[in-house]
């Protein structure tokens, strides 16, 4: 396949079920945000308790197995990679919803962390394959639209099956379908490695030697990092903040946030990774300075949200929020894909989810926790948002306009 071919049939086809597998993947991860009330009340938890069983218990495995399985990812089939790891992240969901413990609860919470580790090393390899590099930016952002859709699910299915059943109910009922999503990803083809040609990096080069001769990946890693603070907090704390701030039952507030996460994440994702790409064609760096764009924009969503009257103007804040809080993913991946050799895109791109994550949910979501903990009652955590924001933006330019060989960027951890 040349650069300036068009994909063959078979890429969308691979292209459409790695998109289910990365929405049931974060209905998975999700789910536990919109059930945060009920568990809290069942289980008597602080908020800081809430932010280690809904992301750092999740986080701790998802980061640290995240580079061995890129390693698996660049060596061996990645369909039956993530077909294996699809099985254990829906059979652990389905679990949660019997545990009677925190000690329980955050079992099944880090095995949902190990078996969802292997869906980014290896999806982004695959799509790296099928897809030539002018496509990567719009066909990353297509995959990652599987991530509000996803998220829109577990807050409104969610939310109403834990109104009509028990939270405990929800786990298994949307858990458990992924086991036949599974069987259909084992019969996916697989490409030949480097089928689609396009790296920075020679064929086998060590890419940590390009790493280190660039400020831009750093720029580029923590920019997003820091923006990913933010991003992450609109699906863990504002559905309870809703909630609470306007005393409503939780399956409006799922069904109005899960409506929200779809509409604005839908938008955000697909038209991201097109308008970034049409940057990145134009002058280096273009798609790092669309995410500092994007991390502006959402500073002023979540003013929206915090200075909101009514809860209309609040789902209003939160569509925009979630259309910019999400419209980086795809062109931030497609830059560590763009960079790398085929032979190491898997480590390369499990490396910079490491310290993303690490950041958004091992650190930033219990700073946020604690934070909502300690404030004033009335008040809340999330008025470091907008701020975050800020600083992302902030970095996300400085790496837009550093002197670099490319403008497509990836891990520092990555070496």
Same mark, same amino acid.
């Given at each position: ?147 509000? *859709?996803?998220? @829109? +699910?577990?807050?409104?299915? =969610? #939310?109403? %099956?834990?109104?009509?059943? &028990?939270?405990?109910? /929800? ?83 799922? *069904?109005?946030? @899960? +409506?929200?996460?779809?509409? =604005? #994440?839908? %938008?955000?994702?697909?038209? &991201?990774?097109?308008? /970034? ?86 650190? @930033? ?12 009652? &009335? ?37």
């Amino acid at each position: 396949m040349t650069d300036t071919d068009r994909p063959r049939p078979i890429a969308w086809l691979v292209l459409v079920v790695l998109f289910i597998v990365y929405t049931l993947n974060f209905l998975d991860r999700s789910l536990v945000y919109i059930l945060f009330k009920p568990i809290k009340a069942e289980f008597a938890f602080t908020d800081l308790q809430l932010a280690l069983l809904g992301s750092t218990a999740f986080v701790l495995f998802y980061t640290t197995l995240g580079v061995p399985f890129g390693r698996l990812a660049d060596r061996y089939r990645r369909t039956w990679l993530i077909a294996a790891g699809l099985v254990v992240w829906s059979v652990a969901s389905s679990l949660t919803g019997f545990a009677t413990t925190f000690g329980g609860l955050l079992a099944c919470r880090m095995i949902v962390g190990v078996g969802e580790a292997t869906l980014g090393p290896a999806a982004y390899s695959l799509l790296a394959d099928w897809f030539p590099p002018r496509w990567r930016g719009t066909t990353a952002a297509l995959f990652c639209a599987g991530i509000p *859709l996803g998220g @829109g +699910l577990a807050m409104a299915a =969610g #939310g109403a %099956i834990a109104q009509d059943w &028990g939270w405990r109910a /929800a786990f298994p009922m949307l858990g458990l379908p992924g086991l036949l999503v599974a069987a259909v990803v084992m019969m996916l083809p697989e490409p030949e490695r480097g089928a689609a040609k396009g790296s920075v990096a020679e064929a086998g080069e060590p890419f940590g030697v390009v790493l280190r001769a660039s400020v831009t990946p750093w720029l580029h890693t923590f920019g997003y990092a820091t923006f990913a603070i933010a991003a992450s907090a609109w699906s863990i704390w504002v559905p309870s903040y809703i909630a609470a701030r306007w005393s409503l039952e939780l399956k409006d507030v799922g *069904l109005m946030f @899960g +409506l929200c996460t779809v509409v =604005g #994440g839908l %938008i955000g994702t697909t038209l &991201g990774g097109v308008t /970034a790409d049409l940057l990145q064609r134009r002058f280096l760096g273009g798609r790092m300075a669309f995410g500092a764009i994007v991390a502006l924009l959402s500073a002023f969503a979540w003013l929206g949200l915090l200075t909101a009257e009514t809860p209309n103007v609040a789902y209003i804040a939160v569509t925009f929020g979630m259309a910019f809080g999400l419209a980086w993913l795809g062109p931030a991946s497609a830059d560590v894909q763009d960079l790398v050799a085929p032979e190491h895109r898997g480590v390369a791109i499990s490396s910079y989810y490491l310290v993303v994550n690490l950041l958004s949910y091992g650190l @930033g979501a219990p700073m946020l926790g604690a934070l909502n903990d300690v404030v004033p009652k &009335g008040s809340t955590g999330l008025v470091a948002c907008p701020i975050v924001c800020l600083v992302a933006a902030g970095l996300l330019v400085a790496g837009s306009y550093s002197r670099a060989p490319a403008a497509a960027v990836a891990s520092p951890l990555a070496a």
